[in-house]
């Protein structure tokens, strides 16, 4: 009997939910057959959530059914649901004929049942009735139905769609409602008496009036600002009004990961603009796409119609990904949205009679912000009414695999982008919205807008509208997302809630941002290492986590003072985001992030003074006097034209970048990636994201050159000692950007054989302009250490670097003796026959009859720790004592590596003890207990960063408020075990925590050298 279901009868797929893009096309494509785990080629796959869920098919014509057969997806095993029941669609609805339960999971359940005339059939299963291992998941290969169409119409598929749509929202509302309710609340506990305290104030309106007059970057910023709002001044009301749909944004691209049906690519190979309603053209062929687009099928040349009723259009084999859905109806409402709102992911088509400028709603305020204009705040107030009409009526996207985490209008963690643009817009205009009489003549002309239910229709209704509806909602998915989430987006939604929560002057909502069990407090005290690094192994995220946009959103709230709060570790995340963070181009492999490390100089409104922002940008004080000298003490000046030498490492030229190595013989790898010849590029992380592998085994010294653009522009050489059973590794691997389409920059790696403990590689890095300039680099013989030989024109350095625990290492330089007692050294011999002597954390560094005494290495224990002020009392038995910028190794057996910090303040106490203020917090972590068991306690505050690097607190000692309990053996995330089994005695659960990063009793060792110049040849 055929197979009423299949795609090729005409059977329509209707998933619950959809786990990232195991699209519901795969429910009847026929693929039932697969070797290993289903992907989303081969299977559907609900979202794992607490909700019903189900795998539907409408069929084409009304059937006779009378048995159904499910294969399910695997996933190590079969992913065969728990309970479930068949139901078919009948005129009265969905009727249960069947329900079964398996507690073994099989490939195929066949449900044979009596006759039913009916126009769809479903798998439904209740909620947590899914297969074992994911049991609030659905993961279904094909569903079959079998029977025999019967005479009548044709069916109609789109009132048993809304029929689904509307019973999954109504689930999915109903799970929320508690929490809903709860937000909203605290949003309407607070009218809002205070205004312009978002990211713009008044001071900072008078300066960008200022600026403008007496500025030419800021006088064409401006001109683009008003260009900008001007386009919307010549629309009516109503027209803006038409703009915002009712309708859900259901993707945020017609395909995120596939891009084009022909074409293929990812997100941003479309583009549309806001007068093309649901038309988009492929970048790369130019063709169009809509509902009822003809379009060429590639394989076989025939036209094919392009049907899309707003749950996508499914491509037919032949097309470059047969199966995928490609949603060019929704994701244009998500495009229009996203340029009144926030801003697009797909490309803009340039032309007059549309939209084509910057974020509408920011560009308006701002107009109004410049110009005092009020027709510019009405344009913004009409906006920002009609959103609120219809915001919490939207769920997201289908690009989101948690529904529970989807945001409103967006994908999950990028709802906080028009919550901030609207908090910051609405904080500009509501003074003039809330008495804006013909914005309520306009939408009461459209409607109800009696949106308080009070029976009256006034200005309150507006207020009402915009709290409750708009900020309510949007407060009601911070608090949802947050609860779930531990990724770098967490900081910045943590940072919209406090900005919200300042823009309503709403304590609850600014106390839940910062001190709230999933808040700020927590987030970056607990997942931000001591330096200010982000979790992530990659530093795009890390400088992403703190840079540009979360910047502006502290801003946002700045009277919160967030950028002083030093559980938030904002000085430190700067500094790391300085160091690592080359003018915006970051080393990185892979999805590493963008980093949104442009601070934005250009902008007019940020709201400090302008020293104070390239202060923060660099982090230090050298960098700000260099930022002023550079600029004639006006850093305004440089503003648009901000580049520096950093620029060398990861240039404009990125995807310019070439290595080659030099004097060794490579033999390519046959395909693959450094991970394995058998990993394809992009399927493991790290190492399969460099491919085009070259290997050599490589015992003597090699070089590689990367050039930035010709051979006239800069370029550094890195130059490799050998060493035994060394090989090297060349290969080109993803730079910064989206999989697939980033450029891709020469990598090179060099691996040694493990042996013992410890590898040695020496190498030197030559920066250089033109041409390299090092004429050679050679080992020297060193004993207890390792050591280069050095050649450029005019000079020769030694290099010296002690590996072993000797009390003396020694060398030779042509025939003279070297001997010290150092951490590093190095002597260099001059062409004029100056000499220089130099070494780093030693006593000594002798060279035939000179000597250079090391100074005196201050060595002590730390007596005391004072958390209040991150300081230490120090006592000193040797060395001369610690001054301000000293930089202090600290050392703990205990503890699985080193602490250092810098020295930022120094009192004397007495001859031998000092009062030292540290540069970084002395805060590891924080959390509550939340039982204790004898010597250990539990907690289930979130610690990633423990959990990422086990041992990190081991050895560290232990407050609670304040007072010291004692030192932990061992800490795992959620278990923490003290050493001294007493330590727990009167401990209890809700006590808040502190793990501390130094002790009493650590060593300290503070870093020391000295130099010496000797203008003749000796003997
Ligand atoms: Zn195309």
Not at 366 to 389: F, P, Q, S
Request: hydrophobic share 35%.
């Amino acid at each position: 009997m055929a197979n009423l279901a299949h795609w090729d009868e005409g059977g329509r797929p209707y998933g619950s939910s959809i786990a990232y893009a195991n699209y519901p096309s795969r429910i009847n494509d026929g693929i039932k057959d697969f070797s290993g785990n289903t992907n989303n080629d081969t299977a559907w796959s609900s979202a794992s959530e607490k909700l019903p869920q189900w795998a539907a098919v409408v069929f084409r014509r009304p059937a006779s059914v009378n048995r159904i057969a499910v294969y399910w997806g695997r996933v190590g095993d079969w992913a065969t649901s728990r309970r479930f029941r068949v139901e078919c669609w009948t005129q009265k609805g969905w009727k249960r004929v069947a329900a079964l339960q398996r507690s073994e999971p099989e490939r195929m359940t066949e449900a044979a049942f009596d006759p039913v005339t009916c126009e769809a059939v479903r798998l439904h299963q209740g909620v947590g009735n899914g297969p074992e291992a994911t049991p609030d998941r659905m993961c279904v290969a094909e569903l079959e139905a079998h029977g025999a169409f019967i005479h009548g119409p044709e069916v109609d598929h789109l009132r048993i769609r809304d029929a689904l749509r509307e019973e999954w929202e109504g689930n999915y509302r109903e799970m929320r409602r508690p929490i809903t309710r709860e937000v909203l609340a605290r949003i309407d506990r607070k009218a809002r008496p205070k205004s312009l305290t978002g990211p713009i104030g008044r001071a900072e309106m008078e300066k960008a009036r200022r600026n403008i007059t007496s500025t030419q970057w800021a006088k064409s910023l401006s001109e683009k600002i008003i260009a900008d709002a001007n386009w919307w001044m010549e629309k009516d009301d109503g027209f803006i009004y038409d703009m915002i749909p009712p309708e859900n944004p259901r993707a945020i691209s017609p395909s995120y990961e596939r891009g084009c049906p022909i074409h293929g690519g990812g997100r941003r190979c479309m583009r549309t603009n806001t007068a093309l309603p649901y038309r988009w053209q492929c970048a790369e062929g130019g063709e169009w796409w809509y509902n009822g687009a003809k379009v060429r099928n590639p394989a076989t040349g025939q036209l094919v119609e392009v049907r899309d009723d707003g749950d996508g259009w499914t491509s037919p084999p032949g097309f470059a990904n047969p199966g995928t859905t490609y949603h060019f109806q929704s994701a244009w409402r998500y495009y229009v949205l996203s340029k009144l709102f926030f801003h697009p992911y797909e490309q803009t088509i340039p032309s007059d009679d549309a939209y084509t400028g910057g974020t509408a709603i920011t560009q308006l305020a701002h107009a109004y912000a410049i110009t005092g204009d009020e027709r510019y705040a009405h344009k913004a107030g009409v906006m920002l009414n009609r959103l609120a009409e219809v915001y919490r009526f939207y769920n997201g996207t289908v690009d989101e695999q948690r529904p529970l985490t989807r945001g409103y209008l967006v994908q999950v963690s990028w709802e906080e982008w028009p919550i901030h643009d609207c908090l910051a817009a609405y904080d500009l205009i509501a003074e003039v919205m809330l008495r804006d009489r013909t914005l309520l003549d306009f939408f009461r002309s459209k409607g109800d807008c009696d949106y308080n239910g009070d029976g009256k229709v006034n200005f309150e209704d507006l207020r009402h509208n915009i709290h409750h509806n708009l900020f309510g909602y949007m407060c009601e998915w911070l608090h949802r997302a947050m609860s779930i989430q531990t990724g770098d987006y967490i900081v910045r939604e943590g940072l919209v809630l406090a900005a919200v929560g300042a823009m309503l002057d709403n304590r609850e909502l600014v106390e839940e941002a910062i001190d709230g069990p999933f808040g700020l407090a927590t987030n970056l005290t607990n997942n931000t290492f001591r330096d200010g690094k982000w979790w992530y192994d990659s530093p795009g995220y890390s400088v992403g986590c703190i840079t540009g946009m979360s910047l502006e959103r502290m801003f946002s709230a700045r009277q919160l003072n967030l950028l002083n709060d030093r559980r938030l570790r904002t000085r430190e995340a700067v500094e790391f985001a300085r160091n690592v963070d080359c003018d915006g181009r970051l080393p990185g492999i892979g999805d590493t992030g963008g980093g949104d490390s442009r601070i934005k100089v250009l902008n007019p409104f940020v709201p400090c003074r302008h020293e104070e922002f390239a202060h923060l940008h660099t982090g230090d004080r050298a960098y700000l006097a260099r930022h002023l000298a550079l600029s004639g003490g006006d850093v305004d000046r440089i503003r648009d034209r901000y580049a520096d030498w950093m620029l060398l490492f990861h240039g404009e030229a990125g995807r310019d970048l070439t290595g080659a190595t030099g004097g060794v013989a490579l033999t390519p790898q046959a395909g693959g990636t450094v991970a394995g010849p058998d990993v394809a590029f992009g399927d493991a992380p790290g190492w399969g994201y460099i491919k085009d592998v070259s290997r050599a085994a490589c015992e003597g010294t090699w070089s590689a050159t990367w050039r930035i653009g010709n051979e006239d522009r800069t370029g550094i050489r890195l130059t490799m000692l050998g060493d035994r059973g060394r090989e090297i590794i060349t290969g080109r691997g993803e730079g910064y950007g989206f999989f697939g389409k980033s450029p891709l920059d020469a990598y090179v790696l060099a691996r040694s054989p493990a042996k013992g403990e410890t590898t040695v590689y020496v190498a030197v890095l030559e920066p250089f302009q033109g041409h390299p300039f090092i004429r050679s680099v050679e080992p020297l013989t060193v004993s207890g250490g390792v050591g280069a030989k050095v050649c450029v024109d005019g000079r020769t350095d030694y290099l010296f670097r002690k590996t072993e625990e000797v009390l003396a290492c020694a060398s030779e330089i042509d025939g003279r003796r070297v001997e010290f007692d150092a951490a590093f050294a190095r002597i260099t011999l001059h062409d004029s026959g100056k000499r220089e002597l130099h070494l780093i954390q030693g006593s000594y560094l002798k060279f035939g009859e000179e000597v250079l005494q090391g100074p005196a290495i201050p060595r002590g224990r730390v007596e005391a720790v004072h958390l209040t002020d991150d300081s230490l009392t120090v006592s000193l038995s040797s060395g001369e004592g610690l001054a301000e910028g000293d930089l202090i190794v600290f050392r703990n057996p205990a503890c699985i590596c080193n602490s250092s910090a810098g020295v930022k303040t120094v009192e004397r106490l007495d001859a031998n003890r000092l009062k030292v203020g540290l540069s970084l917090s002395l805060n590891l972590s924080e959390g509550v207990v939340q039982s204790v068991e004898g010597d250990a306690f539990t907690s289930d505050t979130c610690m990633t960063k423990l959990k990422v690097c086990p041992g990190l607190f081991d050895g560290k000692a232990v407050y609670v408020n304040g007072v010291r309990r004692g030192v932990l053996k061992t800490a795992t995330e959620g278990r923490f075990a003290f050493a001294d089994p007493s330590a727990g005695a009167g401990l209890k659960a809700g006590d808040r925590f502190l793990v501390c990063d130094l002790d009493v009793g650590d060593e300290v060792e503070g870093m020391r050298s000295a130099d010496l110049t000797l203008p003749q040849v000796c003997g």
